[in-house]
């Protein structure tokens, strides 16, 4: 009986610290201005949960205990810094008022629930610091940020865990070498780190819609945080059209969240999927804040404006031979003049493929695969597979189906490819 207890407890305490770590984290960096100080902390609450909670009870509200803990083992540490006495005694005005209230644990479950936008987007501004190199600023943030492992950075970036690990432990030497501060960067330091920003924002939907590990295919806590983020940059950034583009692209992606997972949990492909599903509203918005973004730039438009429109294209077809392939498959190619990346041409070779047939997409295709960076990425031999099949060579197309699989990390997506390749024919 104690050892369920005990396996019950570590289950909703990682559960709990993969929902609302990134959160903790970022109030805490605020608190004690050393990203990997909070971290430590954070850590600590956890390791105090886990001895605590099997003898007294989860708490009815674990994300605040773990919080209301983390704070006062931030108290504790800076006591013991001499050099810090100045923030310990502001840290613990704040904590002394916290235990004056009437249920500070409901305090600090408010400060996670009602101010996190802004406590996640400082935190994303200043791990995006200028000092770091744009890859260091990247990983930084998508951890303590976004809560993502190194590994599920790493397959982000199509790069080696090891890279992505050290990126990260020098990017929070140096932050704190230079004294940096978690407080919101002045207006006028917004443009020298706004590009990483949205970078990163878009980088933590991405891994909430199509996670790169695991037993589910989406992450809908990530998608959520990277929503209120983007909508939060419109209010602070109005007449920005990256900003805007940004956003109308996350409310195009997420409006198909309800349509792209089957009663079974498998994924439904974009064109299987019941467009019914899909959330109107979502796509009202996502078109009038492209709307918005189109009266806000001169010259070519950029990489998230170019991606919100190819987006637009399928938001608009509410039937899948009713998307206009040809525009996409145009804007694709402005948007690997602006943006070139394998993934981005990857993209491109699937849209002249559904445009102009799967001979020119499997040409396309082939062009790229053997760019390093492609190397092992499962979607390669995913779309070769795709052009094999409507080509008629299916043999081929299952071999790829088959290498596919075997590539990803994902088992929703592993089971998906797999069961394509069970459905063709051709000798084993």
């Given at each position: ?196 920003v949205l970078e990163v924002v878009y980088l933590i ?27 939060r940059l419109t209010a602070l950034l109005p007449d ?189």
């Amino acid at each position: 009986m104690i050892g369920e207890r005990t396996d019950g407890v570590h289950r909703t305490v990682e559960a709990v610290w993969r929902l609302e770590s990134a959160k903790i984290i970022a109030v805490l960096a605020r608190m004690v201005n050393d990203v990997g100080l909070a971290e430590e902390l954070a850590s600590d609450a956890v390791i105090a949960a886990l001895e605590q909670w099997p003898a007294e009870g989860v708490p009815d509200r674990p994300a605040a205990w773990l919080m209301v803990t983390a704070k006062r083992r931030a108290v504790d540490r800076i006591r013991r810094d001499q050099n810090l006495k100045a923030k310990y005694e502001q840290v613990a005005r704040r904590l002394e008022v916290s235990g004056r209230a009437e249920d500070p644990i409901a305090e600090a479950e408010a400060e996670l629930d009602d101010d996190i936008g802004d406590e996640l987007l400082r935190v994303v501004f200043c791990a995006c610091h200028p000092i770091l190199s744009p890859e260091a600023r990247a990983a930084l943030t998508l951890k303590v940020a976004a809560g993502l492992t190194t590994g599920e950075i790493a397959r982000a970036y199509l790069t080696g865990e090891a890279t992505v690990a050290q990126r990260i432990v020098r990017a929070k030497r140096k932050l704190a070498a230079a004294g940096v501060t978690f407080e919101a960067p002045a207006a006028d330091e917004f443009d020298e780190r706004l590009e990483a920003v949205l970078e990163v924002v878009y980088l933590i939907f991405n891994e909430g819609y199509t996670a790169t590990a695991g037993e589910d295919l989406m992450r809908p806590e990530l998608c959520q945080d990277a929503m209120r983020l983007a909508q939060r940059l419109t209010a602070l950034l109005p007449d920005r059209a990256e900003v805007l583009g940004l956003a109308a692209l996350l409310d195009f992606q997420a409006s198909r969240s309800r349509a792209r997972i089957g009663a079974d949990g498998e994924p439904v492909p974009l064109p299987e999927q019941d467009r019914a599903k899909w959330d109107r509203l979502l796509i009202r918005r996502g078109l009038a804040t492209l709307h918005r973004a189109a009266g806000t730039w001169s010259g070519e438009a950029g990489p998230y404006v170019l991606q919100a429109a190819i987006a637009a294209c399928h938001a608009r077809a509410t039937a899948p031979e009713q998307t206009d392939w040809v525009r996409i498959a145009g804007l694709y190619s402005r948007l690997l003049a602006v943006q070139p990346s394998p993934v981005v041409a990857l993209n491109r070779a699937v849209a002249f493929g559904m445009a102009f047939g799967p001979e020119r997409g499997l040409e396309l295709v082939d062009e790229i695969a053997d760019l390093p960076a492609l190397r092992g990425y499962h979607l390669v031999p995913a779309v070769r597979g795709e052009m094999l099949e409507r080509m008629g060579r299916e043999a081929e197309a299952r071999e790829a189906f088959e290498r596919a699989a075997a590539a990803t990390d994902n088992s929703r997506e592993r089971g998906q490819l797999l069961r394509r390749a069970e459905g063709l024919g051709g000798d084993r």
